[in-house]
Each structure stands twice: as C-alpha cells, then as structure tokens.
C-alpha cells in the first residue's frame, strides 16, 4: 500500500505573488491539479493524498478575495486530505507535519511529490516505487534528472565510484559540486517505517534554516540503508520557482496540446501562434487559423473553422459554423452552420441557434437567437430572445438598462427590424411585425403590425443650393 504527500506550503517567494505558486495556471489548469493527477495515479484513491499547505492557505472564508488552496481543495477535489504546516520550515519539516497528521498510515511506502514539479508523469513515479520494493536493503528511492542547467536544483553528490552520497542544495554547494549536473526532481518513494523514525532527527543547521527532507538520505546511509538513484525525463524534471519557469512549462504544455489537436484532426495553419488550453476538445475537421486562443471549456465541432486572431473562452460551436477573423467570444453557444463575425463580440449567456448569422460589429449579451436569426452589422443585442428568421437591421440597438436595472426585449417570429430602431425594454414585437428604420420603440408591437416612430421629413425646393450660396459669401 502507498500513501502519496503532495508538499504544497511553501511561501513561493520568487513567484513574487498574492497567490499561492500551486494555483498558478499552465495550459489553463493549476500547477496543483497536475501534481494532484499524479499523485490520484500513484495513491489509486484520492483519499490516499495528503497535501500539505500552510495556515494561511488553509483558509477557507468565501469573503476572503484572495484565492486559497484551501477553498480550491474543497470545491474540486474535496477527497483529498489536508495537513497544516505551521509556519512552513522547509520540505523535511512539511512532510513531518503529514506524518503528525496520521498521513502514512500503515502503509508499506510513502511517496512524496512537490506541488511544483508539474510536467512528473505517474510512470516514473510507479518506477520509483518498483524500484524500492525491488531492493530489501534500500530506504528511499529518489527520482533523478540530468540537466544542462541545473541552476537552482539540490545536487546528487556521488563519490568516485558513483555510488549515491547525498543531496547538496544550490545554495549550501561549493563552486564544484554546482558543476553537477544530475539534480534532486523532489521526487522520492520512502520506505514508511525508516521515514518515521528519520524525520525526528532532521536539523536545521543549513544556510536557509530550513528541515531539508533531503537530509533523510543522508540518514539512510548512516542507518546503513541504501539509497537508490532513479534517472529519470529531463523534461519532465522542470519546477516552477519563478514566473519565468511558469512560462516555460506553460509554453511547452500548450504546444503539446497544439500538437495533440493536430493528431485529433484539426488543421491548424501556423501552430506556433496558437494558444490553446489543454482543457479545449477539437473535433476532427476543425480549422483553427494562425493568431487563434481557444481558452477554458471550450468546445469546437467538426467542420467549424474559427477564424484569424480570435480570442475565445468557454464557448461552444456546433459542427459547420463559421467563426470570421478577429471575434471576440466567452460563455457563448454557437449552433451548426452559425456565420459569425468579423468583429463580433459574444458575451455570456449568448445563445445562438442553427444558422444564425451576426456580423461586423454586432454584441450580443444574454442573448437568444432562433434559427436563421441574421443580425449583420452595427448592432447591440443585450437581454433579449428573437424568434426565428427574423432580420435585425443595421445599427439597431436593445436599449436594455435604464440607469438602475436591466429589462428584457422580446422580438418574435419572421419579423423584420429596419435599420438603426432603438428597443427601450421592457418591450415585445409581435411575430411578423415590422420595424421602419429610424423607429424608437416604446411601446409593444402587435403581432403583423407595422411600428413607424419619426418625426416626417420636410423637403424644401432648391434648399440645398440656397444652402450653399449662403455659406460661401459669409
Ligand atoms: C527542492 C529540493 C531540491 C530539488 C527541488 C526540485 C529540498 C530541501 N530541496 O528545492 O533538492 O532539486 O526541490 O524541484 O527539499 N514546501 C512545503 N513546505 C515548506 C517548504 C516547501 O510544503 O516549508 C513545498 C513547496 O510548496 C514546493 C516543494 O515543497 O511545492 C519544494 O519546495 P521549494 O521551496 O520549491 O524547494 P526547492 O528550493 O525547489
Ligand atoms: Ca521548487
């Protein structure tokens, strides 16, 4: 049996960050949902995992603007177990505050991952834990890396017979064991027995004062236990200190999702200027065309193309729909053959049916268009539901907010909206009523009525040339 500790207390300093380093995003997910899958991998049974978090993570108050690992916990992933580490005094002295928690169990093995190491993959984990079940004489197995630069990383100092000597952090080293290239992943599968008894006996005479945990090898050794080297994916070894390591991992995670899409059927043109979450389903057929960000829960179906430079965020597009360049689209649902844009903006709790077409310069917000619904150009739809077939002219506008609340226009079935009408909600059109352009509507529209609001145009002879003679001799 193992039981999994995931470290996740550490203060993240040179994240320089409100937020805790662990739920800062790559490929749109936290750094701790990844470790968490692995961890979930290894354990078998999420109520097998400890994660370890400060006190001040820990706080759960929904008043409290600023993001916690404890409240992310709870929301999705509330199987999980939870130590405190208070304050945090260094890795050897969080998994202590796991085990004062009851956290191993009896379990045979314990594994300990950090929170930012998120590239690790469960299978070299389960090496690891092979590894040390193969070995009677061994205590702890660690998970290795050889990086060309292994700046910031402890250092696996071996002696002439390369046999493993112990792990050296960057700060604690001499210029020559900084030379060593092999590194600590922070990844280690513990004999739980041997664990418990060492973790008593860490100090923290170190140039950060700090319980290393790595100092329980150092103590495996003395015990006449061994340890056992792993080398595992340098790729995979990355840990995410600084904004700068964040980019980097989050640059490697999108483009393999850019690359997973392609396999999956999706024609991308220049894939290195695409952003596409990990968490996006593509189907196959799909076209995403260069300067493109698909983020979130968003969904593409097969034969939709989504056009150059949009930038879109938990929507959903049925098959064949035609996403023109430069939309803008969130929270959105954009049914089959639907043609939108250039330059439209979708907001949330828009609603496009089959075959509706809105076009340049058209805003749609809490918006439900019917089938074959065609609003063009110019036009802000906010609050409102129109009917089937109806056509929204040029310019019109749904003047939905009166300066203290928001009011619904409903416009029914095969009617027609001349160009630049203002709706003043609260106000219905009958199905088949039409609209004169021009028109400001405020009062309810009967059905197969026609609603004509403007003042009558005078027409005087000769006006315009009088116009003129007037302007140029003045
Ligand atoms: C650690 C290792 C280093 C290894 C590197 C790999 C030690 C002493 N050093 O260094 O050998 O090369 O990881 O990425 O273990 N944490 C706590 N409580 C604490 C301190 C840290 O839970 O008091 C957590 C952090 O949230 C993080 C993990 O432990 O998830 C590692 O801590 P960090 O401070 O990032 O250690 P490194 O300096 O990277
Ligand atoms: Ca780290």
Do not use: W
């Not at 700060?171 to 064991?177: I, N, V």
């Amino acid at each position: 049996m193992t039981s999994v500790v995931l470290l996740a207390a550490g203060r993240g300093v040179r994240m320089r960050s409100s937020r805790p380093k662990v739920l800062h995003e790559a490929a749109g997910r936290p750094l701790l949902d990844r470790a968490l899958d692995t961890a979930f991998a290894v354990a078998g049974d999420p109520a097998k995992v400890v994660v370890v978090i400060s006190k001040k993570d820990a706080e759960r108050d929904s008043s409290n603007e600023r993001a916690t690992v404890g409240a992310f916990l709870a929301a999705n992933h509330p199987r999980v177990r939870i130590a405190i580490q208070d304050p945090p005094r260094g890795t050897g002295d969080a998994v202590r505050a796991a085990a004062a928690a009851g956290a191993f169990g009896k379990a045979k093995t314990v594994v300990v991952l950090s929170g930012d190491v998120p590239l690790l993959e469960a299978g070299a984990v389960k090496a690891l834990v092979d590894a040390l079940a193969k070995d009677k004489k061994a205590a702890v197995a660690v998970l290795t890396a050889t990086l060309p630069n292994p700046t910031g990383y402890g250092r696996i100092v071996r002696d002439k017979k390369k046999s493993f000597v112990r792990i050296r952090e960057e700060k604690d080293s001499s210029s020559s064991e900084r030379k060593i290239c092999e590194i600590n992943t922070g990844t280690y599968a513990f004999d739980r027995a041997f664990l418990e008894k060492s973790l008593p006996l860490l100090t923290s005479e170190n140039s950060q004062s700090e319980f290393y945990l790595t100092d329980v090898l150092s103590l495996a050794l003395k015990a006449k236990r061994k340890v056992v080297t792993v080398s595992g994916d340098p790729g995979a070894a990355l840990g995410v200190n600084s904004r700068e390591d964040l980019a980097v991992v989050d640059g490697l995670l999108r483009e393999r999702a850019v690359r997973a899409a392609m396999r999956g059927g999706t024609t991308i043109r220049r894939p290195e200027t695409v952003t596409l979450d990990e968490t996006v389903v593509l189907e196959p057929d799909t076209t995403v065309e260069p300067f493109v960000t698909l983020l979130g829960k968003t969904v593409v179906g097969s034969g939709t193309t989504i056009g150059q430079g949009c930038v879109v965020k938990n929507a959903v597009f049925g098959q064949n729909v035609t996403v023109r360049p430069y939309c803008v689209i969130e929270s959105a649902v954009v049914g089959d053959g639907c043609v939108v844009g250039p330059f439209a903006r979708l907001r949330e709790g828009t609603d496009l049916a089959a075959g509706v077409h809105v076009g340049n310069f058209v805003e749609t917000k809490k918006a439900k268009l019917h089938a074959g619904v065609k609003a063009n150009h110019l036009t802000y739809l906010g609050d409102t539901e129109i009917g089937p077939r109806t056509n929204v002219g040029a310019g019109v506008i749904t003047c939905n907010y009166d300066g203290f609340a928001k009011h619904k226009t409903t416009i029914g079935a095969d009617v027609f909206v001349g160009s630049d009408v203002q709706l003043v909600a609260p106000v219905t059109v009958g199905d088949g009523a039409i609209v004169g352009a021009g028109t400001t509507v405020t009062k309810d529209v009967p059905r197969d009525g026609l609603a004509v609001a403007r003042v009558p145009q005078k027409n005087l002879e000769g006006g315009g040339a009088a116009y003129r003679a007037r302007k140029k001799k003045s």
